[in-house]
Each structure stands twice: as C-alpha cells, then as structure tokens.
C-alpha cells in the first residue's frame, strides 16, 4: 500500500488511500508512531470510502489518538483526493472527519501544491481561564495572547498548560499568539504530538476566534455583514510557526461562529 507525505504550513502528515485493502494495521498506536517517526510528521490519515459523500477522513496523532479533528489535515486530505483523481459530487467537496461533515474547495493548484478554502464546525461556547480561552473547533484549545511569541519556551508552558487538571481528563492543545502589525502570530503546543508543531489548522482557527472576541482584531479583520440574522463578517490573517500565511474567516454573532473557513496551503511532499 502507497503510503504519501503531505504538508500543510509545516503540518506534515502520513496518508494513505485505503479505499482497498485492508488498513486496520494502520489504526495501531505502534505502527502509528512508528510511521511518523519514520517519516517526520505530526499524524497519519486515512482516506476511506463513504456511501453518502465524497469520502470519510481518519485522523491520527503520533501517539496513536483520534477522534479530533485536524484543520491542516483537513485541508491536505482534500488535496490528496484531487492527486488521486477523485471527483467531488457536488461544487465542492464534502468528506466526514472525526468531528463530523466539512466541505471544501481547491483555490488553486501549481504542480503539487493546492491551496484549499476549508469549512471548519460551528463554534459556541468560549470560556475564559487563566487569561486567556478556552474553545472547542473541532479539537479543544486553549489561547492565549502574549508580548512576545518568539521569545517563549513554547514546550515548557504548553506542557503545563496542557497537562494542567482544569482541562482534564482530555487535555488540551496550547496556543500562544502575538499580534504583529496586521497578522497575528501563532505557536501551538499539540497534545497527542506531545510538542509544538510548526503549524495547527485548528489552532489558527482557535486564535482567530479568540481574537475577535478579546479585541486583538480590530486592524486586521475585514467587517462586513454576514447572513440574515445580522452577524459580523470576520477575516484574519495568522502566521505560523515557519512563515506560512493562512486566512481565516466566520461569522460571529455574539459567542456564536458560523460559516467558518480555514484557508491556505497543502503540499504534496513525497511519497
């Protein structure tokens, strides 16, 4: 069985197509961390056949976890289907990941990089803690802004925070952000991973929200009026760990988010 290496803004990935064969070796927690070791990456995923939509994503951290969702995942999954040479049924495609259904279109391809617009879960109920928040977009996160980004000990006060038994028993993953001129920058301590990743999709989704909500937004965000019940239209640009840009845009009507969208790139990196 092929087995491929995708990136999303320095999330890298092992997927594999396993719409036949026999794949539930692949759902063992050894062989799991035993192929991210081997390839350098953040997670495996497997692309499945589904009866009603385009297809089903499984999505696995390196110590062998599931059930979250993976924004950056999420992204290279849709970019793997097109290089397989899957077709969407519908205008865009539409898969099931962990946290139930997303859809998502290709922006862009040049060669083996896509760029990818991706329809992240409604988000409600933020709590604030600790000086920051704490919010569930499909992963649970919890942000918090800082002066300086680049200056802190990303594994030290992640871990802490990710161990800390107010997040308990599932944890969390961390995000530390920084406003900076017109984008916000963004590192993301990643349970499961056990570390920080160059980028998470969920977490850039998380800050974004968090963002608005703490007021960090207002130069950077587009205003506009969303949907009929009168909700702000919001976009962001945030920076990942090694540069990347990735856009990120809802609709916010109080604590609620809808219509949220997680853009940016996905690679094809080998395989």
Known sequence: MNLYKFSGAGNDFVLIDGREGDVSVFREAGRIGELCREYHTDGLML?????????????YNPDGSGGM????????????????????????WLFRAPDGLHSASILS???????????????????????????????????????????????????A????PAFAPEGTNVNFVERFGDILKVRTFEKGVEGETLACGTGITASAIAAYLLDY????????????????????????????????????SGEDFTEVHLTGPAELCGR
């Not at 692309?47 to 999505?59: A, G, H, I, Y």
Request: hydrophobic fraction near 40%.
């Open 217 to 252: 937004d207002s130069s950077m965000a587009s205003a506009g009026r969303g949907k009929e019940d009168g909700s702000l239209k919001r976009e962001l640009t945030l920076q990942c760990r090694r540069g990347d840009l990735l856009k990120v845009d809802f609709c916010a």
């Open 69 to 92: 969702m993976c924004g950056n995942g999420g992204r290279c999954i849709v970019a793997f289907a097109d290089y397989l040479g899957l077709k969407p049924k519908g205008r865009e």
């Open 161 to 164: 925070l990710r161990w800390d």
């Open 47 to 59: 692309l499945l056949d589904s009866p009603d939509v385009d297809f089903t994503m499984e999505f």
């Open 109 to 159: 391809r040049e060669g083996t990089l896509w760029t990818v617009r991706l329809k992240m879960i409604d988000v409600h109920g933020v709590n604030p803690i600790f000086g920051g928040l704490f919010l569930n977009t499909g992963t649970r996160h919890f942000v918090k802004f800082v002066p300086d980004v680049d200056a802190l000990d990303v594994e030290e006060e992640g871990k």
